[in-house]
């Protein structure tokens, strides 16, 4: 495990302390679990990305063509 030293703002601070009060964890697992959260979301924006860069609309329209044209289920009507 890594050392990081961090300046915040005092106020930034004081908000996380009391989160992580709130949470019944410390604020380091607190700031650790946030950056995870944002790794994972940055991540996945990027796994997404080459994604869409494959995309094939002749496929998509391919396997939209197999969906059944039936009426939507009441439970599933907006």
């Known amino acids: 495990m890594s050392t990081l030293s961090l300046r915040l703002p005092n ?35 990027e796994y997404l990305a080459g994604r869409a860069k494959r995309a094939d609309r002749d496929h998509y329209n391919a396997a939209l063509a197999k969906v059944p044209d039936v009426e939507t289920a009441p439970e599933d009507a907006l």
């Open 11 to 45: 106020s930034l601070h004081n908000q996380i302390g009391i989160l992580a009060k709130r949470d019944g964890v410390s604020i380091n697992q607190l700031i650790a679990s946030a950056v995870a959260e944002k790794v994972a979301a940055l991540s996945t924006e």
